[in-house]
């Protein structure tokens, strides 16, 4: 909300500078989130009157004109303005001078007829062409004559628009709607500034006709618990004073005709929203509040046919829905240039309903905003009736006698209890009694207080407060946040630690840094094709949202190596060919739409390019599967689990290599896999070769561990044998390990792959494969005897289980 | 020629012979054909049986001492050869040391693990506790359990990525108050939590919106929480995040779920005694105010006997402060041209 700094003055002295002010303001009640004067750095732009008008000899569209600029002699200006005409009050930019846009103002010649200056629309002064009362295609501004009267050539033409005023522009939190009002402002800094304020006054001088002969009206009491109408009649309806327009367009708001003009004023004196229907164009001498039936069309006041929804809060008039009642106003009974009797609307509309229609038509007007936030309850009729009283001052009408109530309710005023020790023990602080009743008074609450004891009334104006946590917080902010001490909570200690679920996340983390990948955080929230991609579990189904903001974001992710595939591709496009990711964090699993979903941690990690580059003394290292199934091993390895760690080769993952990928297991339980992305894949996600692995750290989590297990070293050396062979290609190293390890003896301690060898001199379905054995004994040296028939079980078992030929 | 002379030349011949070994090859050689079984002293002291007894003493001592010497001589010799053979290896080993040394492979946490995890450190030493919750949530924990019942006007504050009418990916890490709040046994003593997360805004990505971002949750409730802990709790943050001579100041907002709430601003400059008011640049990090006797009411605590702060940063703005990162988009992007700056530890 903008808040002109020359109208709160008008409540109060204020002496500090604008910055000031506002720096109190945002310490104080609300962020101060801009402040500016509409005159910005424009200069020398003045009041002109125009003395003549005469035609450009070489031009169709351009006019000669001489100005009384209070000089001694006229000035010539050359302009193409289409409405300028003799003894108009017009904003002349002279010679010199600077105007909005930062444009200097030089004397010239317009096809060889001197122009020593420029006439100007306000929109050339920085004015919004949505808060200047004519369309800048309208041409210059001109003063009306009443005002003019008082303007006199030469004037500064800013300083008689309002521009040097100070606007502050207000962040008004929801709780602190009472701030979306003059007087509601000037309560607030008039607390600040420890002064009391001076609110608008006002004379209504009725006619002796009734307003019940004119208007009935009538409100159900659970849609609008407060409504009245008056009726202004013979009014004129013209442009406002320029005091008013001034007004309005300094708060940011269009000044449009009197009558309308006057309902925004109270809108923004007051915070009380304002109707003003034409009383002939209604359909009968009668208003209702009801609620809309489907597919009834409003035409609003912007000109758009909206369909009101079922429930939407209208106003009736003999069956007719004419407006959205609190939200904005309808066509057919607008009030126009040719209005003589105006019915003005004061009201309080049930909030939840307006929140209701202005979020089904999606209209967020100042009237809707204010009514969804709550309103001054004292205040509506009196904005009534001051509003009745301007517009008959203004336009010459007369009010008639008495409001149409159809809906009233009496104030009751709560009141709040609190305690001065209460509010230090909440604060921390120190604050006296006196200090406390200071706060109060200075907020124009009444209190009572006993002994440090308080019970507060709370006025009308702060509807946000209803429980001692709220007067703590008025006691709080006006006392200073920055006299509040900096202290640590004491009591009882509690012990800080990781969970062993966070330590043993955390330990995965940093094992896969140790291991060369960069940690990816990517979006969670995906499109249904990538999100069952890479799912561990088929049936998975992903959460959708409601409302997506865009396709690509519409449900939660499956897996993560989507989000890695996504984060390789975002790098390629961008020539980065050589990444090393992982992720931790959740996917999900749903469980219908209004159960929670299950959410699954996992890991996950993808390699693609060269996992080290080439270098003066290396050649580069591509990425490859044993490379990442080397880093997985090593992660698994760190968790130490009881079982066994396996890979089984799995040809049926629909997106990944057939050939190329293995899932793993931990004991018997399926924790994920790893291999390479299927090409296809890998195609639709516009990359390379990329190989993952991704990792059901739920469950992973949940398989028993061991801690280092200390076993002290022989004292006998070992001994260390190699077995090379020759078997069929298709068989798995793991098979030939298990059966050599079975057949190996006690002495057996360690199988290791050191050559696996296809090609030259081995037949071509055939591979060559070489293990290295080392055997140890804890209790005795051992004798070549023994080893040698320890391999001569393994090479029977080999040949009978493998049709292995040992080389 | 006596033997005294034989051995007179034999020494002088022998140390000729020595000196000019140029290799431990040659040096071998020449110990061979001195002092060697079948070698010249040998040969000369074969002489002695002949010799009479009375001179066989002196000629005895003379050959002992020619033996010494030339043993020493040679182990002289042999030590200086050997010194330049491995002075000659050492030449032809040097190295260009100023060559970079092979890349070990390592990688780097992301920027806003590491904030959020030097918070978890902190706060861990403050004997908090570091709780998760649920990133798909009920409309109770995230709104209604947080004072935002249905139609309350501050729900327009935050723009939502419902599921259903009961479910939605959660705004804000406060439901986690909620959910901690309501199992808190506090017999066992006060609550003190943390916790960090994902939340997601139905929002339009720009360089400072993002649909989805972090923030972490702070919760202390007991019987005796005052408005100057969560300040100093506060103020022990900003040191941690931003340096010990940074300071903080609190203006009034509004949270549901906190009643005073407060904005808080961090000094981006150093503050001393001497910094004037004016001089220092504020910056909002985060929100913060004391808990809502609804909130604990709604959780089942009873608000008249325990209170407490809470508070919420988010990791994301940190980070694009504390390294000047113009646009929130690249922490969710992953460009290993991003993700590798961070490589500072601690």
């Known amino acids: 909300m903008k808040v002109s700094v020359n109208w709160l003055r008008e409540y109060m002295p204020i002496a500090l500078p604008a910055n000031e002010l506002a720096e109190k303001i945002s310490r104080t009640a609300v962020e101060v989130e801009g402040q500016y004067r509409p005159q910005g750095n424009m200069k020398n732009v003045v009041i002109a009157k125009v003395l003549s008008v005469v035609p450009h000899p070489d031009s169709d569209h351009l006019v000669i004109t001489q100005l009384d600029a209070g000089e001694d002699e006229p000035i010539q200006v050359v302009t193409g303005a289409p409405n300028v005409a003799e003894g108009q009050t017009v904003i002349l930019a002279k010679h010199g001078s600077v105007i909005g846009d930062g444009q200097k103002i030089r004397r010239g010649k ?158 923004l004196t007051y915070g009380q929203p304002l109707h003003a229907f034409d009383l002939d164009r209604l359909p009968a001498p009668k208003l209702q509040v009801r609620t809309a039936k489907a597919g009834e069309v409003i035409k609003t006041l912007d000109g758009v046919e909206r369909k009101a ?101 009496d104030y009751e005023a709560p009141t709040v209890d609190i305690t001065t020790e209460k509010i230090n023990d909440v604060l921390g602080t120190d604050i006296t009694t006196a200090e406390i009743a200071a706060i109060f008074e200075r907020l124009c ?124 591709a975002y790098n390629v496009a961008r020539k980065q060919e050589d990444v090393s990711l992982y992720e931790q964090g959740r996917v999900f699993a749903s469980n219908g739409m209004s159960t929670m979903p299950d959410e699954i941690e996992h890991l996950a990690g993808v390699v693609t390019g060269d996992v080290r580059e080439r270098d003066w003394d290396q050649a580069a290292q591509p990425a490859d599967f044993f490379y990442l199934k080397g880093v997985v091993e090593q992660l698994l390895a760190d968790y130490g689990f009881v079982d066994n760690v396996r890979f089984v080769a799995n040809t049926d993952r629909p997106e990944m290599h057939p050939g190329q990928t293995a899932d793993i297991y931990v004991g018997d339980q399926f924790v994920g896999f790893i291999g390479q992305v299927h090409p296809r894949v890998a195609k639709f996600y516009k990359v390379g070769q990329v190989f993952g692995f991704e990792l059901n750290l739920t469950d992973i989590l949940r398989m028993p561990r061991v801690k280092s297990k200390y076993e002290p070293i022989s004292k006998f050396p070992s001994i260390k044998r190699d077995l090379a062979i020759l078997v069929d290609r298709d068989i798995q190293s793991a098979d030939l390990v298990d059966t050599i390890k079975q057949h190996g003896g006690t002495d057996l301690h360690d199988v290791t792959v050191f050559d696996v060898y296809t090609g030259d001199n081995v037949a071509a379905d055939k591979k060559s494969v070489a293990y290295s054995l080392t055997f140890v004994n804890r209790e005795h040296t051992l004798q070549d005897d023994a080893i040698n028939a320890a391999i001569e079980r393994m090479t029977k078992a080999l040949q009978d289980q493998f049709a292995a030929e040992i080389r | ?135 798909v949530e009920q409309d109770k924990y995230n709104f209604e359990m947080m004072n935002l019942p249905k139609d309350h006007p501050a729900r327009d504050m935050q723009d939502t990525f419902y599921i259903s009418p009961e479910l939605l990916m959660r705004t804000q890490t406060s439901p986690v108050q909620a959910r901690t709040l309501e199992q808190h046994d506090f017999s066992k003593g006060p609550l003190k939590m943390i916790s960090p997360g994902r939340v997601y805004r139905r929002d339009t990505d720009d360089a400072t919106h993002s649909h989805q971002f972090h923030q972490v949750e702070g919760l202390v409730v007991d019987k005796h929480i005052t408005m100057g802990d969560l300040k100093g709790t506060l103020l022990a943050v900003a040191h941690q995040l931003f340096g010990e001579d940074h300071d903080i100041r609190l203006r ?59 508070f919420g940063l988010g990791p994301d703005r940190f980070a694009m402060l504390k390294y000047g990162v113009e646009d929130i988009r690249n922490f969710y992007l992953n460009d290993v041209r991003f993700l590798k700056q961070f490589d500072q530890k601690g």
Do not use: C
């Open chain 2, 1 to 135: 020629m006596s033997l005294k002379e034989d051995l007179t030349q034999l020494r002088e011949q022998a140390l000729v012979r020595i000196d000019s070994a140029t290799s431990l090859k040659e040096l071998n050689e020449a110990r061979v054909k001195e002092l060697g079984k079948k070698g010249a002293l040998t040969e000369v002291l074969r002489g002695m049986k002949d010799l009479p007894a009375d001179e066989r003493p002196e000629i005895g001592a003379l050959a002992n001492d020619v033996r010494n010497e030339l043993t020493d001589e040679i182990n002289k010799r042999q030590t200086e050869l050997e010194n330049a053979v491995m002075d000659a290896q050492l030449q032809a080993e040097t190295l260009d040391v100023t060559l970079p040394g092979q890349p070990a492979i390592q990688g780097q946490p992301h920027v806003l693990q590491q904030i959020i995890e030097s918070l978890e450190d902190q706060f861990i030493g403050m004997g908090y506790q570091i709780i998760e919750g649920p990133e």
């Open chain 1, 309 to 409: 929804a079922e429930g939407d809060i209208v106003i009736d008039s003999d069956g007719q829905a004419l407006m959205f009642a609190g939200v904005m106003g309808g066509e057919s009974t607008e009030v126009t240039a040719d209005t003589q009797n105006v019915v003005l609307e004061a009201a309080i509309f049930e909030p939840k309903a307006i929140r209701h229609a202005a979020r089904d038509q999606n209209l967020h007007s100042e009237s809707s905003q204010r009514f969804e936030r709550g309103v001054d309850v004292e205040a509506t009729f009196k904005a009534l009736d001051h509003a009745a009283a301007m517009i008959a001052e203004l336009g010459g009408g007369t009010v008639t006698n008495g409001r149409v109530i159809a809906q009233d309710f």
């Open chain 1, 445 to 568: 609450f009444t209190q009572m207080e006993q002994d440090g004891r308080f019970s507060v009334t709370i006025p009308s104006h702060r509807w946000d407060i209803s429980i001692p946590a709220d007067l703590i917080e008025e006691v709080a902010r006006l006392y200073g946040y920055d006299n509040l001490p900096a202290t640590l909570p004491t009591g009882e200690t509690t012990p800080g630690k990781l969970t062993e679920k966070q330590r043993l996340i955390r330990d995965s983390r940093h094992s896969l840094e140790g291991l060369g990948l960069n940690q990816a955080i990517s979006y969670v929230l995906t499109t249904p094709e990538k999100a069952t991609q890479f799912a561990m579990d088929p049936e998975a189904t992903p959460v959708e949202v409601d409302y997506p903001m865009s396709q690509d974001r519409r449900v939660t992710r499956g897996s993560l190596l989507t989000s890695l595939l996504d984060d390789i």
């Open chain 2, 252 to 310: 009034p907002s509004y949270f549901p779920f906190t009643e005073p709430s407060v904005e808080v601003d961090v000094s981006w400059n150093a503050v001393t005694p001497d910094t004037k008011p004016e001089d220092i640049e504020w910056i909002e990090v985060l929100g913060a105010g004391m808990v809502h006797p609804n909130v604990l009411e709604m959780a089942g605590v009873d608000s008249s006997v325990y209170g407490g702060f809470a």
């Open chain 1, 110 to 267: 317009l096809r060889g007829e001197k122009s020593n200056g420029m006439l100007s629309a306000l929109q050339e002064l920085g004015m919004d062409n949505s808060v200047a009362p004519k369309d800048f295609e309208e041409g210059i501004w001109v003063f009306n004559d009443t005002d003019a009267a008082d303007l006199k050539p030469g004037a500064d033409a800013l300083e008689v628009l309002g521009f040097g005023d100070d606007i502050l522009e207000l962040g008004i939190t929801p709780n602190r709607a009472d701030m979306l009002s003059m007087n509601g402002t000037a309560y607030e800094v008039a607390a600040i500034l420890n002064e009391r304020p001076e609110l608008p006054a006002f004379e209504l001088n009725e006619s002796s006709e009734a307003t019940a002969d004119l208007i009935q009206a009538e409100a159900p009491a659970d849609l609008a618990p407060k409504y009245g109408v008056r009726v202004v009649k013979d009014v004129h309806v013209q442009d406002s004073p320029l005091w008013l327009q001034r007004r309005l367009w300094n708060m940011g708001i269009r000044p449009i005709s009197n009558v309308v003009d006057v309902t925004n004023l109270m809108l």
